[in-house]
């Protein structure tokens, strides 16, 4: 897979990465697998977070890339801390934090570096200069080599857009969701990559039985399905590979992250890379012919 530069920082990825999220039980001889299948079928980019399973999925990619570590670009996220009696989280966003939680976080991935390190969340009524000059401080120590924020608040990614030196938003951005193209024009004008998530819409345009998502109702999913299903047979390649390639066509859109849980579900990913193929403006308008574009009703 052809790699290429995310945003305007000098990391070389691959357009498809893996969200490790989804790879439940930490270093799985399975979870392993997966990831180094991964690296094998040119996959380089994979993101991870400290909240994931209490840091055992950081625990995970830093064993399975271990003696590639060179070769991949390792993303993990910070802001979240668990309580201490392990039921839920909370929001801890302060530079005494992020500062403190890098350090668990380099020891479970077993690198002197992390290549992105994104807030992981955030509100506008957090101390965002201080968040910042965090990140910052972390850049000029080289613990981490860039950084970004994984948020799908329009208030949030326009402070940090003007404010500092991000070089990625990661949000939903798929067929259905397309809210977030109200930002594209600000982050497309200060060099700043989307890595989307859910491109792939929960199954709901593949395989799985229509059901309402976010403001849209089941049966505007259905028409959205049925505009998938046409394209695909147009092009004659699988519904997966289309709505990939919907969300990669944006131009300011640099990376998917992909869910994985099985090496069935990898080797399917790998047979899309091998065929993919980025769509005409005038096949996304087919795609998009009827429905519905949803709007953000908070946090303008």
Known sequence: MQLIKLGKSSLSVSP?????MSMKGGSTKLNTGIIQEAVASGINYFDTADLYERGMNEELVGQALRSVRDQVIIATKVGNQ??????????????????????ASLSRLNSSYIDLYQL??????????????????????????????SSIRPNVIRAYAEKSNIVSVMMQYNLLDRRPEDVFPLLRSKEIAVIS??????????????????????????????????????????????????ALSQDVVDIAAIGVRTLAQLRDLKETIAKFQLLSSETRSELERGVRKISYTDHL
């Open 16 to 20: 498809i990465g893996i969200g490790c």
């Open 82 to 103: 668990w309580r201490s009696d392990g039921t839920t989280w909370d929001w801890k966003a302060s530079k005494p934090y992020i500062i403190k939680a890098v350090e």
């Open 197 to 246: 998530r859910g491109a792939l819409t929960q199954g709901l345009l593949v395989d799985k039985a229509m059901d309402k998502y976010l403001q849209l109702t089941s049966g505007e999913v259905g028409h959205a399905k049925r505009n998938v299903e046409k394209v695909a047979e147009e092009l004659k390649v699988t519904k997966s590979q289309v709505l990939l390639a919907y």
């Open 120 to 149: 992981h969340g955030g509100t506008i009524e957090d101390p965002i200069d201080e968040i910042i000059e965090a990140f910052e401080l972390l850049v000029q120590q080289g613990k981490i080599r860039y950084y970004g924020i």
